[in-house]
T-cell receptor, first 116, second 115 residues
Framework: DAGVTQSPTHLIKTRGQHVTLRCSPI?????VSWYQQVLGQGPQFIFQ???????GRGNFPDRFSARQFPNYSSELNVNALLLGDSALYLC???????????????FGDGTRLSIL | AQKVTQAQTEISVVEKEDVTLDCVYE???????LFWYKQPPSGELVFLIR??????QNEISGRYSWNFQKSTSSFNFTITASQVVDSAVYFC????????????FGKGTLLTVNP
């Protein structure tokens, strides 16, 4: 079975531009979460979606938005990019929010975003 | 709020040595889960283990073992007879019921195993 897949793998943008990152969860998983990992730090929670509804949001500005589609894939959008948005963006999927099975979140390889 | 502290930023050992990675967590929630993830240079976070707050039984899986102690809010990870392939960044993480089980990570410990 395929794991969590993210695209693109790498991306270079300039300040002020907009970016869309994509994530396909493991088949059967209904929850998708996004994390930002700045170099040398642990991942920081951005968003959590379950059954196409936002279930959690981290401490990130409104320039960050996301959505989940009927097939449970997800997009993360970032507007007005800043140099500080340079990071590895990780997507994770799980079968639920943990209220039933608490299966661990499984992560994709990430999208490495560089802002020039 | 939840917090995870990994006091060791970097650890360097010689192959076949045992190494313990420390993790201390903070939460007021009584229902929570603790995790260890491994991140090799490729970047993917690899799930290693999960323990819930109601099960303090320690676990051994091959060369890996975990020591969960609620009294000290610690969840330490030991690699026995380390190998070069164990070189990676290791993250301890916490998820609590009150936050829909989102993961809170520590800053990670870079483990380098030298031949």
């Amino acid at each position: 079975d395929a794991g969590v897949t993210q695209s693109p793998t790498h991306l270079i943008k300039t300040r002020g531009q907009h970016v869309t990152l994509r994530c396909s969860p493991i088949s059967g998983h209904k929850s998708v979460s996004w994390y930002q990992q700045v170099l040398g730090q642990g991942p920081q929670f951005i968003f959590q979606y379950y059954e196409k509804e936002e279930r959690g949001r981290g401490n990130f500005p409104d320039r960050f938005s996301a959505r989940q589609f009927p097939n449970y894939s997800s997009e993360l959008n970032v507007n007005a990019l800043l140099l500080g948005d340079s990071a590895l963006y990780l997507c994770a999927s799980s079968s639920d929010l943990g209220q039933i099975s608490n299966q661990p979140q499984h992560f994709g390889d990430g999208t490495r975003l560089s802002i020039l | 709020a939840q917090k995870v502290t990994q006091a060791q930023t970097e650890i360097s050992v010689v192959e076949k040595e045992d190494v313990t990675l420390d993790c201390v967590y903070e939460t007021r929630d009584t229902t929570y889960y603790l995790f260890w993830y491994k991140q090799p240079p490729s970047g993917e976070l690899v799930f290693l283990i999960r323990r819930n707050s109601f099960d303090e039984q320690n676990e051994i899986s091959g060369r890996y073992s975990w020591n969960f102690q609620k009294s000290t809010s610690s969840f330490n990870f030991t690699i026995t007879a380390s190998q070069v392939v164990d070189s990676a960044v290791y993250f301890c993480a916490l998820s609590v019921r009150g936050s829909n089980y989102k993961l809170t990570f520590g800053k990670g410990t870079l483990l380098t195993v030298n031949p």
